[in-house]
């Protein structure tokens, strides 16, 4: 799998549009903000969970970013804090230098969630534009938008065909689109190629691959360690609503003197 996962990781998608993900504005007037800025996030729920306590991390613009750490560890906390979808206890949240509930940070930050939560009633292009028209795009450059991404992510030929009747690759092949639709500058991946086959991990790959390479910061969850290796700059383990490593793959395996991503993972856990 993993020679397979190499031989397709120096191949470059072709398409007839030189561009089709949005490039990250750079500046000469200096440092360009963190894409993203935690800074003592707590989150108590109401029967008294404490999911997360006092997280720390920045995340530089342009980077990919994994996220790892066993169920219940607080990834899904963290993500859903980022995007407004639960309200925090304590800390502070910035996006791109902006406080993350204010409308222009919303605007700038995409979810592709781990659940398949796609509107039975709406078809692959209705969904796009209803995406498109919740975060302020035309009609005309919504549907200019949803042909884009129809067209990369091989769904044209399903614009008129709803979401019960895809396929379990189709529907993580529109969630993503559905996130990339309103061109967010922070793409989040919760758990992006869960439940696919191996060939459509691989495309999926490449298309996470081409976003990045065209500036947009990535931040990935994922518990296919092998995923966070190929794909990852740099790798955050967390573990009970806590940082406990975060360094690039190489510098994790050295840090738990382990011979692969996964034995450093469970080590890792193993010792905290």
């Not at 613009?61 to 963290?78: D, E, M």
């Amino acid at each position: 799998m993993l020679i397979a996962a190499q031989r397709y990781r120096n191949t470059r998608p072709q398409s007839a549009r030189e561009s089709l993900y949005p490039r990250c504005a750079t500046t000469s007037l200096g440092p360009v903000a963190n894409a993203l800025s935690i800074r003592g996030l707590t989150k108590r729920y109401d029967d008294g969970f404490l999911a997360v306590e006092n997280f720390d991390i920045e995340i530089e613009a342009g980077s990919f970013f994994g996220l790892l750490g066993p169920n219940g560890a607080g990834k899904t906390t963290i993500i859903s804090a980022v995007c407004n979808l639960i309200r925090v206890t304590a800390g502070e949240i910035d996006v791109f230098g902006e406080p993350h509930d204010a409308l222009d940070a919303r605007r700038i930050v995409g979810l592709a969630e781990q659940d398949v939560n796609l509107d039975r009633f709406l078809d692959v292009e209705e969904t796009l534009l209803y995406h498109g028209g919740y975060f302020g795009m035309s009609r005309a450059d919504a549907r200019r938008r949803a042909g884009e991404m129809m067209d990369v992510f091989d769904l044209r030929a399903k614009a008129g065909v709803r979401a019960p009747k895809l396929s379990g690759g189709m529907r993580r092949r529109l969630l993503l689109a559905r996130a990339l639709m309103h061109e967010p500058r922070l793409v989040i991946l919760d758990e992006p190629t869960a439940g696919v086959d191996f060939e459509l991990r691989l495309e999926l790959w490449r298309y996470i691959r081409r976003l990045h390479d065209e500036g947009t910061t990535i931040l990935l969850t994922t518990h296919y360690l092998e995923e966070a290796d190929e794909l990852c700059e740099e790798i955050a383990l967390i573990q009970g609503g806590h940082l406990i490593a975060r360094d690039t793959a190489d510098g994790l395996r050295n840090l738990y003197d382990a011979e692969s991503l996964a034995d450093a993972y469970v080590r890792a856990m193993a010792s905290h």
